[in-house]
């Protein structure tokens, strides 16, 4: 019996692929394109199963739309800089160049054992200069275009790694990657002008119809548009006025104090004669900048001595306190506190004994005793105890509120965001240079475009805490551009979010000598189908739509978004393995022995915990390397698609390994050892054949379509049970007559195409050792003939209460309980049932179904 040989087998087709240059790609305009990209992966040394189910799911859309007739782009390349480069440098004394491009260099390897179709000559580095100089041109052209300025402001400071960090990297207080509480520090930072496209960025999340709603919905929120007013009052013995933003302001006459933000202009002005108010300023300061800490801290108050005039009210004072929960970020840095109608409001104003005066009345409550406890009331319901608000809604109170502001001159309607300009210096080395001057009499000059690219010094000091590009001896000390004078270098770096906000268009045109020539990035752009994590819901995704849309505003090219169709894979997950110590093993530590585990070490007992997500911290790790030496890439690969859909997470098993693996195995001896003849490779259909050899046919042509179907929609796992379901056919067919060999034949060689885009080094194996002519990669997909995956199928009629509401298409003597089901779904009988059951569902088989309602 002869053994498939995956390693010599995998090996050849690789070099096959690539010496034919099956997947390199030019632009054609006589052919549909079609993008296919994986997010690419931070070069940290070796793939990890995160990437190979990420890859796969790629490799197989790209293979698939290929056989389909697009010209598919599908490139790869490497988010090269950032932190862990330079740990390593402070760790080993490596330089961050040496140990990316050492990383890049074995990963690749490991990337082409899996037998991915890129097209490798528009591999990149966001670490060359060749890369990042473009974006250095960007930059200033941003610069000029007013999307990217220089400012003074309060950031999250991560104190173990000693930088700023943007608002997405700070989560639940803490570092992104430290782990270390967050703190404010006031620094020069460069920020690009997000905020310019937050409405647009919001109103264009409609039109992404084949993105998870889950990431919209984030998106969404994260942007978070916010409608109210803002509203002046006036400071008592002063001439200014305080200017608070607010979402209610039908609570206005429910007011009872107004407070500003520990930064507020204000409260610094206050500080100046009064030490307690700056010692609670600074003890705010410590607090982190991010929503959560600030929602969660304990609400604390400083009383300025200001007080305030109610703006529809001229007897009316109000106290202004300092307070740690509002956001100098946010609106105006000032609020008028409701306490009765908000929760924050209400816990302050009974800390520091404030009135609470309700002003909405909820439904069925009573006026004269209706009071708020400890929680506040911010339901709907009439206005009272509010002047000429008394008896409207919340609604109509908002509007008529607003009307007699603005008619007084005390305030107007506005609209707020939650997004904030997105903060893009950081104090590293291994990160692009902000391509700017700093000169004492020219202020910020722009590095002229033929001084491009600004190249990161390589004889720096990793030793000491800070910036290495700051305490470099020489490089930031240059001439002005402008006047000549002595002046210095930026020696910020860019936060790595800007390589990867770009690189999707730079694959297009990867070796171009601008960033991308217009034509090749509007030829391929956008991308069709983009595949990563949901980690970068937020952050990568939402910086990458802005940047199109800055990229278009300074001419680049002219596109909405990049990323048309979005799809996010689950986790691969496993077992977790802990000894008798509670000390974490790895799979590769233990073996199993009846139902439970034991070391291999020495047999001792392991304790085998929860189904987690792989990750180093719990050992629950299974090298791709070892599963591509043991059982090649194949058998990794279609594992990977068998068991979710994939948006949903993954268990890796060995046992399933192991059934992928038998699998091929069987299909390989059932092809390459048939026990019953085939026809020879290009022989005709003839014209008659047996009832055996028809269904044989029949059930080739159903898969075509049902494999089709599950891989438009995603259902890769059951694209790969429709295959294993062919093949079971196949081998059932036991005739030697003319017809089963010739059935045999198109049905093998049917499917061999079919699983090329899952598997497909032993497709090309099995396409090659039943004579097929060419490369499999290059024919096409076939087509299935519709008369032949109809006849099994009937159309019913389904009827509610005795009257016809539609029909159905149902296999013949299909299970009731699915014909049940697809009647249930249809749209008519939805809308009749509004979400109850139905009484009773009558199926009379292959006629008719009846429900009651
Ligand atoms: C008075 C009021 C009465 C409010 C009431 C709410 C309920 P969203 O919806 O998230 O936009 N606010 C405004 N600026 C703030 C800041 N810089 N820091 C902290 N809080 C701030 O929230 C808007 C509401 O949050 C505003 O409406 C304001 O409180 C508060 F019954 O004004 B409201
Ligand atoms: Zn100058």
Same mark, same amino acid.
């Given at each position: ?14 070099? =096959? ?83 990316? *491009? ?25 670490? /060359? ?82 993105? +998870? ?26 001439? /200014? ?33 009064? +030490? ?78 404030? +009135? ?20 506040? @009331? ?38 707020? @965001? ?36 600004? %190249? ?35 020696? /910020? ?41 949901? %980690? ?50 790895? +799979? =590769?530590?233990?073996?199993? %022995? ?106 080739? *042509? ?152």
């Amino acid at each position: 019996m002869s053994r498939y040989n995956f390693r010599e087998t995998e090996a050849k087709w690789q070099r =096959t692929w690539e010496e034919k240059h099956c997947f390199e790609v030019t632009e054609d305009p006589d052919k549909p394109k079609y993008y296919v990209l994986e997010m690419f992966p931070y070069p940290s040394g070796r793939i990890h199963m995160g990437h190979v189910r990420n890859y796969t799911l790629g490799d197989l859309v790209a293979r698939y739309k290929k056989a389909r007739g697009f010209n598919v782009l599908h490139p790869m390349g490497w988010d090269a800089f950032g932190l862990p480069a330079e740990n390593a440098a402070f760790e080993r004394g490596v330089h961050p160049a040496k140990w990316t *491009h050492e990383n890049i260099a074995s990963m690749r390897e490991q990337l082409k054992t899996m037998g991915l179709s890129y097209d490798w000559r528009r591999e990149i580095a966001t670490c /060359d200069p060749d890369y990042y100089q473009h974006e250095q041109k960007m930059f200033i052209d941003f610069y000029k275009a007013g999307l990217a300025y220089k400012k003074e402001s309060w950031v999250n400071w991560d104190p173990v790694e000693n930088t700023v960090l943007a608002n997405e990297q700070v989560i639940d207080g803490m570092g992104w990657r430290s782990g270390a509480p967050v703190e404010k520090r006031l620094l020069s930072q460069w920020f690009l002008k997000i905020t310019e496209y937050a409405e647009d960025l919001l109103q264009a999340l409609e039109g992404l119809d084949r993105w +998870p709603d889950r990431v919209t919905l984030m998106q969404h929120n994260w942007i978070g548009k916010s409608e109210g007013a803002r509203v002046f009052f006036k400071l008592k013995d002063a001439e /200014d006025k305080l200017e608070v933003f607010t979402t209610r302001p039908d609570t206005l006459y429910g007011a009872s104090f107004c407070a500003i933000a520990a930064n507020h202009p204000i409260a610094a002005k206050v500080a100046e004669n009064n +030490p307690a108010l700056g010692e609670f300023i600074a003890e705010c300061n410590r607090m982190g900048t991010s929503e959560t800490e600030i929602e969660t801290a304990e609400k604390k108050g400083f009383d300025t001595g200001l007080t305030v005039t109610h703006p529809l009210d001229d007897s009316w004072e109000l106290p202004v306190y300092v307070a740690n929960f509002v956001l100098m970020e946010y609106g105006t840095g000032a609020i008028f506190g409701c306490p009765a109608h908000d929760q924050r409001d209400l816990d302050f104003a009974r800390k520091y004994d404030l +009135p609470v005066t309700p002003v909405v009345l909820p439904p069925e409550a009573d006026a004269d005793s209706f009071e708020v406890g400890t929680e506040a @009331y911010t339901g709907p319901g009439k206005i009272y105890n509010s002047d000429f608000l008394d008896g409207l809604s919340v609604e109509d109170a908002k509007a008529k509120v607003a009307e007699r502001l603005q008619g007084a001159g005390q305030g107007e309607k506005t609209t707020t @965001y939650r997004l904030r300009d997105w903060g893009v210096s950081r104090q590293r080395y291994w990160g692009c240079p902000v391509p700017f001057i700093h000169c004492p009499d020219c202020g910020e000059v722009p590095v002229p475009e033929a001084d491009l690219p600004v %190249e990161l010094p390589e004889d720096v000091d990793f030793e000491g805490t800070g910036n290495p590009l700051d305490r470099h001896p020489t490089w930031k000390h240059v001439s002005c551009p402008r006047c000549g004078g002595k002046a210095e270098r930026e020696t /910020d770096t860019f936060d790595t979010f800007f390589e990867s906000s770009w690189y999707f268009a730079r694959f297009a045109d990867a070796k171009a000598e601008s960033a991308f020539s217009k034509e090749a990035a509007e030829y391929w752009l956008p991308v069709d189908q983009y595949i990563g994590g949901i %980690e970068h819901a937020v952050l990568h995704l939402l910086y990458s739509r802005f940047f199109t849309r800055a990229l278009r505003k300074c001419g680049y090219l002219d596109l909405d978004e990049p990323f048309a169709g979005l799809m996010t894979q689950g986790m691969v997950c496993h077992e977790t393995f802990k000894d008798q110590n509670g000390a974490w093993l790895f +799979p =590769t530590d233990v073996r199993k %022995e009846g139902d439970g585990y034991v070391t291999i070490k020495d047999g001792a007992p392991v304790k085998t915990g929860r189904i987690e997500k792989m990750s180093k911290s719990k050992r629950n790790v299974v090298d791709p390397e070892n599963i591509i030496g043991s059982y090649g890439a194949d058998t990794a690969r279609l594992f990977m698609l068998s068991d979710s859909p994939p948006e949903r997470d993954l268990e890796w098993t060995e046992s399933g390994v192991e059934g992928a693996w038998r699998y091929l195995s069987r299909l390989w001896r059932l092809i390459t050892e048939p026990a019953k003849p085939f026809a020879p490779h290009g022989t005709p259909r003839p014209a008659h054949i047996s009832a055996a050899a028809e269904a044989a046919e029949r059930a080739t *042509h159903k898969a075509i379509k049902a494999i089709g179907e599950a891989v438009e929609r995603f259902r890769f796992n059951t694209a790969v049970a429709q295959v294993r379901e062919l093949s079971n056919s196949l081998a059932e067919l036991d005739g030697e007559d003319d017809g089963s060999a010739w059935a045999r034949r198109f049905g093998y060689e049917t499917l061999v195409r079919l699983i090329e885009p899952m598997v497909p080094h032993i497709a090309e194996e099995l396409w090659l050792q039943l004579g097929g002519d060419g490369m499999l990669t290059d024919r096409p997909w076939p087509d299935f003939d519709e008369s032949l995956v109809t006849d099994d199928t009937l159309t019913i009629g389904v009827q509610v209460n005795g009257k016809l509401r539609g029909t159905i298409e149902v296999a013949r003597d299909a299970d009731k309980a699915l014909v049940e089901e697809a009647a249930l779904a249809v749209e008519n009988v939805r809308k009749i049932l509004e979400g109850n059951a139905p009484r009773r569902v009558i199926v009379v088989p292959n006629k008719i179904v009846n429900i009651v309602a």
